[in-house]
Nanobody, 122 residues
Framework: QVQLVESGGGLVQAGGSLRLSCAAS?????????MGWYRQAPGKQREWVAV???????NYADSVKGRFTISRDNAGNTVYLQMDSLKPEDTGVYYC???????????????WGQGTQVTVSS
């Protein structure tokens, strides 16, 4: 099982920026297939935000395209979400998710972070 630790949330005014980080670690050797972010606003369902694959392919929800940038560090175990031109509707809990494969068992699992609060004031 891969553990994810998120950081970087907070309160920001509309038009501002925040950078979220998510570090993956595990007791067993694993390889990461893809890393991504979801968010959940109060009273709404969790929605997909962005994804980055091992090969560096990225994709974004239409609502954040052009404002958010997803990236990974060189080691490939930390994913970032740079959020610019933030809007009040970006407010919510942001969750990191990782699809990984256990090197020994070859089992593929999806792991989730604990979530980090992002609040954008108008």
């Amino acid at each position: 099982q891969v553990q994810l630790v998120e950081s970087g949330g907070g309160l920001v005014q509309a038009g501002g920026s925040l950078r979220l980080s998510c570090a993956a670690s595990g007791r067993s050797r694993f390889s990461i297939n893809s890393m991504g972010w979801y968010r959940q606003a109060p009273g709404k369902q969790r929605e997909w935000v962005a994804v980055i694959t091992t090969g560096g392919f990225t994709n974004y929800a239409d609502s954040v395209k052009g404002r958010f940038t997803i990236s990974r560090d060189n080691a490939g175990n930390t994913v970032y979400l740079q959020m610019d031109s933030l809007k009040p509707e970006d407010t919510g809990v942001y969750y990191c998710t990782v699809d990984s494969k256990n090197i020994q068992t070859r089992l593929i699992t999806s792991s989730w972070g604990q979530g980090t609060q992002v609040t954008v004031s108008s």
